[in-house]
């Protein structure tokens, strides 16, 4: 892939918050906080790393699974990262993603309902169904935001935080929220939705935007989108109203811990001014690295060090 | 692409049907029966053809959408032919199939629930969702028979019939079912669930010998298949058990109408071997017609042109 | 595909007429005329439609094929739809193409010369052949107006107006002319050359402003031009005096009945700025239908449900 | 592209000359003959090699154009290569085809009429068009084996010959024929219609075992076939009686000059069995060269001091 | 991709040694030992798990780079994996492999010279061709066994052994050599090359059975000797002579400690029947695990579970 | 491929010299040439064109191969084009680049090292990294301009022009430059660093503006410097800097012989605008052929013909 847009930090969104977006995810959570939260952890894996297969009830009450893992030997509270996958995988074995716990952190990973079936497998039912959808989860309820997917997803992703709180080796006071693409959109999410966080770090983020992916990607999930609208010709206001309460653009105007982005200009999933859009518009204090010759892998392991360093430097007593 | 398979017609599947095989659809088709079938019909379409919106109770008593269009002016019971759309589609708008009514007959074309996103658009909702899927339909609640997807899309075909039956203007005695790819394995699952059909037409029929078909096929939602067990390995088994009860195989060895195969020895998306398996196994008096140069578009108008000279003989009194 | 152009409204095309194009024109069709147009009517296909096998003397006196459907059992001049079809495409069979007369038209659908081995079969030979080509038809002839192919395809179609008007049961006040991509441009010359046609209805239309369609399609027949433009260097300047004889930039601004046009904003093969090219330019009353998500297939289903409503506000008494 | 077929040299075909082959083609050449020949020489560069502008009268009296180069200085009769393109080529500029006149023999190379657009350019029309046909030259006029655009290419390719032969400089008892693809099929053609070549040098030869072709080819012409058979379905019979008349497994099995012939195992316009079925029906004494790990392009340069070798010794006096 | 191979596990070699084959790789590793091994370690990442750089003098005594990881706080030998990358990787950065010291044990992941610019990154030059550079290793040297690419990566491999043994907290009676693709043939070679390995672990293994993978591969490097091969006619026999020094087919033969294989059905690069032509070479104690929906991601993370398994099995005291 | 870019002839490139440019060059020549040129040259293929293997010692006094063509029986000095190959490719064999030759010049078509394997065909190797091998040559030590394997290049394209003039039938004042691709931005490196070349004629020239080429470009080498960047991301600056060392840009403002450039306006590996960078900044008179249809293949024979006009023009006495 080449450079996709030419001067992709330009870019400014001019995305708009529907008049209800604060009350309708207000609404959302407390609804859900109506079930209690329930997290339960029982050690699966118990090496050098521990890692403890996590439950709690998210969205609906519906049970949520996750790993959490931490350092053997662990006997006071740590901080915690708490990271969502990327779009179409789960959270997958538990000694599948160990970075966090061999650098001295306590992790929880949580799996996205139905999702993880792509490429690392999910144990997560969405037990929700209806109308008539695009293959994949984009426009899975995309006709009303109350029905839409990702009510669903972000609601576990903010009630993730606070089952990673519920863990006795995990300092409440020192969670930071991560992942990549789709899982970057979720921390900006929680970014907004969950009011003390230490850290937010979106990687590559998905989900922000979406008229303006779903015109540029040439690959990922944006092209759903695109594909729903070529069939629904009629539903365009109705979906890009339904995706705007889930847009990272407009969350980003609501959160306020400190952020470190990761942005890549040879993106075709997740086009770099839509990124630069949610960055632009953050509300707390700020940085971005950015990638001009990669695609959608973005910063990877370069990446990861930089994440650490700042998670470093934000955890530090 | 080329011809996908050296000597297709001399494939044998060694599928077996499960033991409870008739004994699972039996007990589902009398749990859809406790709802009433309710089938209404509203006239949106009022021109040389007529088309009424038709809504019908099927699996789970959800309603499900079709059209039945005839020709304008009809006094007497016609013939009908029941059709599904293939993967991914829709019944679409009310002027989109007019073959059949124009040709002098009654038609219903059913709507697939939760698909019609893809091509054809649709309007019947799945309500219903669960565990991790592979994007699509095929691998929706794969891990249990009950759960399956295809499980409620049958219910609903073999409603659908009962549906076209309640139109006054149907002769009841004189319905055949037909489709192209799922379609037509629908079809064959009609044709062995509903025992007094007049003719059943299935063109390069999906949904036969899933196993082969995820081996081979290069396109289509075969692969999805394949891609979820790239994920789910430890589920192949069970997979695949749950898949034999919507077999397309298993269904033919069961039904007795005459029957109008097609087959396509380019298809990459069903292998000609898998209609072939099907059509071997068929248990009533049949004829397939072969396109040597065909993909999966299979015979197109030559073959809707061999469906309509068959429905003559068949129909005629 | 992403959207093909940022904003493909605001284009407008310099493209200028060559000064003898409406002489070009006006010789080339009473060269025409002096062969008696000869149209016969067979009857082929009886049933809640009847169809006709058509023949009229085209260019050259040449037999062109058509069919003539419409709804049995019509009894007075009904209004009548000429349609072309896109490249590559022929007339199908008789029972193909059935929307038009299920709703209660006459349909003329005629076959385009030489073509209709692509996808839907042709029956209508061009008997001329001549200097290099690029595989396909536009460039058949492109270095002299006199022989290009679509010289004799435009011929065509300005006859099958005729031809149409020649059938008792249609009403030769009430003719409107239309067809997708190829048919679109044969619809807009019709529109030029026909004097007194109803109603044009264009949808992506392609032969309009050939060299932007040239230098941006990555799809389709614009890039034959490209192609043989890339072996024969030094024909540039030829070629696209030749097509300018055949754009239906220049046919658009010579046309004067009511227009319903359609766009396509990630139409990759008739980029959408050489739609609006034509738009722009179109003399008559006119509307426009964008569809934003959609790519060379356009709005389908919608967009016959549009043409629909413009065809009964436009043939209402 | 990996290797093609198993055991591509084991093939036999199977496919019979039509009872009136031989009579056909006398008949054709006869008929060709009543045209007087015309060989025209222009010198157009005159170099260290000198090419001369070629016309002479093929099929129906036509003009066929070629190059004739030879080094300068040239005083008494050279052998002569006689050279065919490949599809969709021409004979190009003077300047393009060097080898033979700088290996000191002289070359005629033939446009082939029509193409030459696809690549190298080419300048002779082909003044026949007709019935419906794929785009591309396979399916011009494939219903009849009279109106076939391979007809006239062979008729024009024999001539060629003659044509050689009538260049004061050519001494006509030392003419070879070769060519690449189309090229090598039809110096497969002029072997068996021309009764005194001293060589025929057919490189990964195309138009052999049509049938096969078409089934197998994932690139290249046969596709052309097998594309237009997908449309015309019902002309399978007649599409394969007509190639067999330009089939080179026939021409094969009726010429006799001394052959080298060339063959790539990872070939997938011409898979390497249609080579070889020509090969092993060849008359004559022969040798194959195989190229295991190329694809269409074959030996190439290697290929091409193979062919000086075997001419070397074939001209030696 | 579907299956790439009927019935992979029924294949056998015919592969043969060449006569020197052991005496090559004898005199290959006594050169190398003349050379001091030098093995440096320094730590890196200290954290749970600790990260040390590793250099030591591989082929030529040439300085080959490496990681160490081991829990923190280790303070008895562990026993060890010792893994090599795939094709184009390096060994990264310290933090991105992270399984096997996360699961405790201590974990050598040797980088490969001149690659780790394809994918993950590399600091290893190949003095015999210069720092790190984009793929295309293959063929360096492919005209003599001695100047091949692979010698000097397969003695660096068996270096890397003797490395890890050297590090204080490593118990050198367990040792493991392991690895993915590339890094499944190189732990072949050591299997051979290193006496006294505790098992043996290829997963999707590459450089097996050369002249199979170059005619069947449609991906991967295996593909750059095809190409290779397509250029250079005339080395055929020659370079098939120098691949087979660094066949693991007969490396498998030569190798007798236990070993756990994994082949993919769906595998594009590495055909499967070219890892089964190694597995039922394996001279030891042999299990394989078959994926067969999976390409060359082979198991995975699941995969990775059934190699702690049997590492577990194998160093429990 | 539609137009790369929008005014692609607009583009200025912003590219600066580093500080040593000069230096740099002057040094490394003054190097190469204390090494003695020592230039043989043997007759291998003797007929109308007879050549000659040539061999020379370029970078570090290493052996570069060449051929050397002229007509045959010449008995002057000639004029000489000096061509450099395209990326990739190396000399061929004798008898594959006949045109100059057979035009009346004498023709040094010089190997490229360590290339030739990619499609033409090589005999040198880079002692730096050996003998010829599959394509990845741009990153080749591209962390230091003096470890650059385009250093070692391009010092042999300037003894190459020594070497030609060394051959007794060169006339030494009548030398011109060439190539296709890479072998233009060679042609632009000897036009700056050879003082008194009669022409430049750089063809689509790679090697031009590095930076916009790694972002643009969608195929061809320049793709290897941003896949080489996408791994090692901290190398950004470094690697342009090292870049530049070999940018035609900065080449071309340093050559002052008559110069005939071309560039394609299709063209995906070269984007055109990085042909015009160089073209607008070179310092001798100058002239552009466009191909605004064409892709990487550029004007091909019809641009060889201009060369030789231009050639003609040049060395005309």
Wanted: aromatic letters at 10%; one cysteine or more; charged letters at 20%.
């Amino acid at each position: 892939m080449p450079i996709t847009e030419p001067n992709p930090a330009e870019y400014r969104s001019t995305l708009r918050a529907p008049e209800d977006f604060d009350a309708f995810w207000a609404a959302t959570l407390a609804q859900a906080r109506e079930f209690p939260l329930d997290a339960r952890f029982t050690p699966v894996w118990r090496r050098a790393v521990e890692v403890h297969d996590v439950t709690f009830a998210g969205f609906g009450g519906q049970p949520v699974k996750a790993w959490l893992a931490l350092p053997a030997g662990t006997d006071r509270p740590l901080p915690c990262v708490v990271e969502y996958p990327g779009y179409g995988g789960g959270r997958g074995l538990p000694h599948e993603c160990l970075l966090y716990a061999a650098a001295g952190y306590a992790h929880l990973f949580m799996d996205v309902r139905g999702q993880g079936s792509g490429w690392r497998h999910g144990d997560t039912p969405d037990p929700a169904g209806g109308a008539p959808q695009h293959p994949g989860f984009m426009t899975r309820g995309v006709l009303d935001p109350h029905d839409h997917y990702y009510r669903r997803v972000i609601t576990d992703a903010v009630r993730a935080v606070a089952a990673a709180r519920a863990f006795p080796l995990v300092d409440p006071a020192r969670v930071a929220v991560t992942g990549e693409s789709q899982g970057g959109g979720l921390a900006l999410a929680a970014g907004a939705l969950v009011p003390d966080l230490a850290a937010v770090l979106p990687d590559v983020p998905f989900l922000c935007d979406h008229r303006r992916g779903a015109e540029l990607a040439t690959a990922g999930p944006y092209r759903e989108v695109a594909a729903y609208l070529a069939v629904h010709r009629e539903h365009e206001r109705q979906v890009f109203r339904t995706l705007s309460y889930c847009d990272g653009v407009l969350f980003a105007a609501r959160a306020t811990a400190p952020a470190l982005f990761s942005v890549a200009h040879m993106d075709a999933s997740c086009p770099p001014s839509t990124v630069y859009a949610a960055y632009h518009r953050y509300a707390g204090p700020k940085r971005i690295e950015v990638y001009p010759f990669n695609g959608h892998e973005g910063g990877q392991a370069v990446q990861a060090a930089a994440r650490l360093d700042f998670l470093d430097a934000t955890f530090a007593p």
